[in-house]
Nanobody
C-alpha cells in the first residue's frame, strides 16, 4: 500500500484560499487514481475531487466546482488541492486517497474503492 501524508490545512476566513498537499511514500504508478475526500463532524466522508495519475480531465463535486483545483506533481509524488473562495461549509477534515485499480466511468466516487488513505488535515473556515 501507498502511505499518504496530507498537509496544508488550517484556520482561514471565508473567501480565503488554502492549498493542501498529499505526499506519497513511493512512486505512484500511472494506473492509479487519486482523490480528495472530506468529512465534517457528524457526516459521512464525501467526494471532493479526483484525477487519474496519468493525467486527463479531473472530476469535482458540484459543491466545489469552479473553486477547487486538483493537480499533481508526478516527480514529487505529490497530489494537491487548491481551494479558493472558501466557505464555512467547506470546514472538514480533508483526506487524500489512492485507488490502485480505478475502474469504470465513475471510479472516483466510492470511497470504499480507495486502497490507501492519509491521516487527514483539518480545514476550518470562519464566516
Amino acid at each position: 500500500q501507498v502511505q499518504l501524508v496530507e498537509s496544508g490545512g488550517g484556520l482561514v476566513q471565508a473567501g480565503d484560499s488554502l492549498r493542501l498537499s498529499c505526499a506519497a511514500s513511493v512512486r505512484i504508478a500511472s494506473s492509479y487514481g487519486m482523490g480528495w475526500f472530506r468529512q465534517a463532524p457528524g457526516k459521512e466522508r464525501e467526494f471532493v475531487a479526483a484525477m487519474r495519475w496519468s493525467g486527463g480531465s479531473p472530476y469535482y463535486a458540484d459543491s466545489v466546482k469552479g473553486r477547487f483545483i486538483i493537480s499533481a506533481d508526478n516527480a514529487k509524488n505529490t497530489l494537491y488541492l487548491q481551494m479558493n473562495s472558501l466557505k464555512a461549509e467547506d470546514t472538514a477534515v480533508y483526506y487524500c486517497g489512492a485507488d490502485s485499480r480505478p475502474y469504470g466511468v465513475r471510479w472516483y466516487l466510492n470511497r470504499l474503492d480507495y486502497d490507501s488513505w492519509g491521516q487527514g488535515t483539518q480545514v476550518t473556515v470562519s464566516s
